[in-house]
């Protein structure tokens, strides 16, 4: 399998290189050459198998000859066994055709670890068999980071930096990052926003000699192999309900757009998908560019789901792609304007084909506490705030269509944003054990002006590849 890049102006790759540039050079993202189906017998017969196990399944086709099956096995093995779930993805119900998929169970307590405990076993490989070095440089709105923290902390061949808006982490997500003493973690606060952070990552990828230089490796969702790490649960989730046999609809609380983004490819490859919902909080780029056809970033707003405070959604350019009929041309004029122009409309075909696999729904803050406090009322389920802004979203799908049953993911563990859960249920969700002693261990972290020059001499300083 070969990957091409969605502004049609860098090499294609094979599945390990694709996943070791993580951006393109082009600066576009990259995608797999076709998708295959899963044939309606082999997605029946995921239902009920080892989480890992439908993982290798789902995953293989994908991943061509980079690794045989036994090491595709080992690798989902191993990177799902530090799930505190025997379920890795357990699904409950929370209402009449309303379920919940709790991806909280990893190590770092949001569903970033599905991908990352895998993305990280895989590249390490990948380096080893190389015989070289990378550096590993990545945005977080809070996730991302510990979770790629845990991921890569301490492997021999990575060095990962990871940038932070400097006080719009919560202070669990901040410790998560910022406690691990291993000398080939760094985290820096950046003074800035998540969009920001991200901007700084791209123009650092886009310089082709700093990149070349320092071996960079990208393991934000622009990495084509975080994307592919979580079809799998769609896939789990939907056979459990029935499919393919029945019509599953999801709803997805949606920053980058990556986790949503995975769905549509699990409906490319023949899950019966009817309808995917895009959760929003009040940065609600997503949901007026479906309602208006015009993609215009306004500035972030701080809420209690900051895991979305997200105004450009990178992944959002994959689907371009997709519904601009592979035209990477269409994508880099769609690109060209938003950095020019700071917005750029979508073609009517287009938004038509959006919205005939999308619908989305924003979810202010007053409702997205209202629907804490209604889940733990009538089910005594306490949801994280990203969680519920999926929830409300899923309620609003199911209103619409009453027969489907919707999944509603679940992103974060409660405890992992105690203040705004308490605040809404009057009960504060406790940390699990294993995380209870990052609130007392020290800190360290570097603070960095919102400057890409400055992240890049910390980086070239501190990255042993350049040795
Ligand atoms: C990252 C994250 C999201 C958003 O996921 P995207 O793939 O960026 O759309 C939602 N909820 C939580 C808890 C997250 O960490």
Partial sequence: MRYLSTRGEAPRLDFCDAMLAGLARDGGLYVP????????????ALAGLPYAEAATRVVAPFVGEDFTAAELAELARD???????AATAPLIQLDANLFLLELFHGPTLAFKDFAMQWLGRAMDRALERRDRRATILGATSGDTGAAAIEAFGGLPRADVFILFPKGRVSDV???????????????????????DCQAIVKALFSDLAFRDELGLSGVNSINWARILAQIVYYFTAA???????????????TGNFGDVLAGYYAKGMGLP?????IATNENDILARALATGLYKPLGVKATQSPSMDIQVSSNFERLL???YGRDAGAVRGLMGALKQAGEFSIAPPSLGAIRRDFDAERVDEQACAEEMARVYRDSGVVVDPHSAVGVHAARAALARDPATPVISLAT??????PEAVERAIGRRPELPPHLAEVVSRREHYATLAN??????????????VAA
Avoid: C, W
């Fill in 33 to 44: 050459e076709r998708l295959t189906p899963l044939a309606p017998a082999a997605i029946r």
């Fill in 79 to 85: 990177a799902y066994s530090g799930f505190r779930h």
């Fill in 173 to 195: 997500q901040r410790r998560q990052m910022t406690t691990v003493d291993k000398p080939n973690v760094h985290a820096i606060a950046i003074e800035g926003s998540f969009d």
């Fill in 239 to 253: 056979a459990a309900l029935g499919a393919p046999d029945r019509r599953i609809a999801f709803a997805v609380p």
């Fill in 273 to 277: 998908i009817s309808r995917l919902t």
């Fill in 321 to 323: 792609f997709e519904v």
């Fill in 412 to 417: 974060a563990h409660p405890a992992k944003f």
């Fill in 451 to 464: 400057d890409p020059a400055a992240v890049a001499r910390f980086v070239r300083e501190r990255a042993r």
